[in-house]
């Protein structure tokens, strides 16, 4: 197969033994997050060591960025990252996303992804969705992840296996919302981690411990 070329900011964590591993992960950061920032070395790191690539990217570079993007620009991005995994061999794909991240990885629906670890995802659910309103919207024109809603219809064809962590101190996704999207995913658990905020503000190793079940 031949390896494609990624022109995306990226820091691509190669598995530490060539073992011709067959498992890649993406990262999608929350709104202000960073992708390529210190805070998420631990997690590649930590997903190299169990043979599993690591590609953090920047699907937008700070929040002044991403208001120049609609979400079908950022679904665009996703799936050139997920070809960009297959080209170097990879079979299944992962995905990590936080905030933002995590809420645009529940309405992906381009059957890409096999498995995703969400860390409260910033997206309410409703009786009636409006992102497929909100496709070509630019984010400059969007008040805040939450303007975003899912429903029921949406999350049922979600058929990849879906983990969500929600910290019982956040203070920016309720811990209802996080209940709702997973008892209407078709595979879905859920962990509550006591203490924890909206930004792994209790213990920086929350990637490393947590993300290696992808």
Same mark, same amino acid.
């Given at each position: 197969?031949?390896?494609?070329?990624?022109?995306?900011?990226?820091?691509?964590?190669?598995?530490?033994?060539?073992?011709?591993?067959?498992?890649? $992960?993406?990262? /999608?950061?929350?709104?202000?997050?960073?992708?390529? +920032? !210190?805070?998420?070395?631990? *997690? %590649?790191? @930590?997903?190299?060591?169990?043979?599993?690539?690591?590609?953090?990217?920047?699907?937008?570079?700070?929040?002044?960025?991403?208001?120049?993007?609609?979400?079908?620009?950022?679904?665009?991005?996703?799936?050139?990252? $997920?070809?960009? /995994?297959?080209?170097?061999?990879?079979?299944?794909? +992962? !995905?990590?996303?936080?905030? *933002? %991240?995590? @809420?645009?990885?529940?309405?992906?629906?381009?059957?890409?992804?096999?498995?995703?670890?969400?860390?409260?995802?910033?997206?309410?659910?409703?009786?009636?969705?409006?992102?497929?309103?909100?496709?070509?919207?630019?984010?400059?024109?969007?008040?805040?992840?939450?303007?975003?809603?899912?429903?029921?219809?949406?999350?049922?064809?979600?058929?990849?296996?879906?983990?969500?962590?929600?910290?019982?101190?956040?203070?920016?996704?309720?811990?209802?919302?996080?209940?709702?999207?997973?008892?209407?995913?078709?595979?879905?658990?859920?962990?509550?981690?006591?203490?924890?905020?909206?930004?792994?503000?209790?213990?920086?190793?929350?990637?490393?411990?947590?993300?290696?079940?992808?």
């Amino acid at each position: 197969m031949e390896e494609r070329e990624f022109e995306l900011k990226h820091v691509l964590h190669k598995p530490l033994k060539d073992t011709g591993s067959k498992t890649g $992960v993406i990262v /999608l950061p929350g709104i202000s997050g960073d992708p390529l +920032g !210190a805070r998420y070395n631990i *997690l %590649g790191d @930590a997903l190299a060591k169990s043979r599993i690539y690591c590609l953090r990217f920047a699907i937008w570079e700070n929040e002044s960025d991403l208001t120049r993007f609609s979400m079908r620009d950022l679904y665009d991005r996703i799936s050139l990252a $997920v070809d960009y /995994l297959k080209s170097l061999g990879c079979e299944k794909i +992962g !995905a990590v996303g936080k905030s *933002l %991240g995590g @809420a645009i990885l529940l309405h992906y629906n381009e059957r890409k992804i096999d498995a995703s670890v969400l860390w409260a995802p910033a997206i309410g659910f409703y009786e009636k969705e409006n992102v497929s309103e909100l496709m070509d919207v630019k984010f400059s024109s969007i008040n805040g992840a939450f303007d975003f809603r899912i429903d029921n219809e949406m999350l049922s064809k979600l058929d990849s296996e879906i983990l969500i962590l929600q910290g019982t101190a956040d203070k920016s996704v309720p811990r209802e919302n996080s209940e709702k999207i997973c008892n209407n995913l078709p595979s879905c658990k859920i962990e509550f981690l006591e203490g924890f905020g909206h930004s792994y503000d209790k213990l920086g190793e929350i990637e490393a411990v947590d993300m290696q079940r992808v």
